[in-house]
């Protein structure tokens, strides 16, 4: 795993750093590029400038591993109030929740049922419920959760992580269900026993289960399948496998952070994919960014030109 990766994983870890590095000033300027501010309007407000540009929303409310069940529930009512708040506000935005936020690390049946109100809403409201994923601890608990949302209401979608060496078999069960699955190379430190250290490799895993995902035999129509990716050689290799076999580019779907490659994301759009931005608010951005950033570390070089930019 590249140095600065591992540095940059680490610091996203770091207690101390996630409740004093967001006091920081130039991470507060830097990071108020990728996300409209820590409230639910500054995401709606957000996600109404997307609409005229043909780009669709999905929005999440930053925050992970509660440990109270009083903040799950709030967490849970949070978000039915913000699938409403988009109802009204006529923004078609989708959501998309991390389980350990709704008290996977204390129960995981109490955490199916919060997850199991916001998949009823959505269906209620047309919508479509996405399920982050986070540390491979998780995977298991995360997918059997999805697995039963799925054959109840028929409209949920789960992140899966390109760097898993396990993914491609994920993928092959979820796929058969009718998951929705948004592929994403993935921001959690894990061991090489589990992920491919190297980026090439996960760049290469990517783009062989991005294959498999567009692959028309025996894949449900209920299957959706998204490229969460801001890697432009990436995406036009995504492209051309499709172009090859004759699957448009009106049938992709590629998914982005807001702020980020905007001029990329128009771009898309003009050429017929279909492209949402995925809005992230609330107070508990630390290591989110900081996980973004090891993503890509050469956004750090943003970082510290925000710092001496006026």
């Not at 390109?162 to 993935?186: E, F, I, N, P, S």
């Amino acid at each position: 795993m590249p140095i600065m990766r591992s540095v940059l994983l680490a610091i996203s870890e770091n207690r101390w750093m996630r409740a004093h590095g967001q006091r920081l000033w130039f991470v507060r300027r830097a990071v108020s590029a990728f996300m409209p501010g820590e409230e639910l309007e500054d995401m709606l407000r957000a996600a109404a400038t997307q609409a005229p540009h043909n780009i669709g929303t999905v929005f999440t409310r930053l925050g992970e591993s509660v440990t109270e069940w009083s903040e799950a529930d709030f967490v849970m009512r949070h978000y039915l109030d913000a699938m409403e708040r988009c109802r009204s506000a006529g923004v078609g935005s989708e959501p998309s929740v991390k389980p350990t936020q709704l008290g996977l690390d204390m129960d995981a049946g109490r955490c199916h049922q919060n997850l199991r109100a916001l998949a009823e809403r959505a269906r209620q409201l047309n919508s479509y419920l996405w399920i982050d994923m986070e540390q491979t601890a998780y995977v298991d608990a995360t997918l059997e959760i999805v697995r039963r949302l799925q054959a109840e209401f028929g409209n949920v979608g789960v992140c899966l992580q390109a760097y898993l060496h396990r993914t491609m078999d994920d993928l092959a069960a979820l796929r058969l269900l009718g998951v929705g699955v948004r592929l994403v190379k993935g921001a959690y430190s894990e061991p090489p026993a589990l992920a491919f250290p190297r980026k090439a490799d996960v760049d290469e895993n990517f783009f062989r289960i991005a294959v498999a995902m567009l692959a028309p035999l025996g894949r449900p129509a209920a299957f959706r399948a998204v490229f969460g990716t801001h890697d432009a050689v990436l995406i036009a290799r995504i492209r051309a496998h499709c172009k090859a076999i004759g699957v448009a580019d009106s049938a992709l779907e590629v998914h982005m952070l807001y702020g980020i490659q905007r001029a990329e994301q128009l771009r898309l759009v003009q050429a017929g994919v279909r492209v949402c931005v995925l809005i992230a608010y609330g107070a508990f951005w630390f290591p989110w960014y900081m996980r973004r950033l090891a993503e890509r570390p050469a956004n750090v070089g943003f970082v510290i030109r925000s710092m001496f930019a006026r």
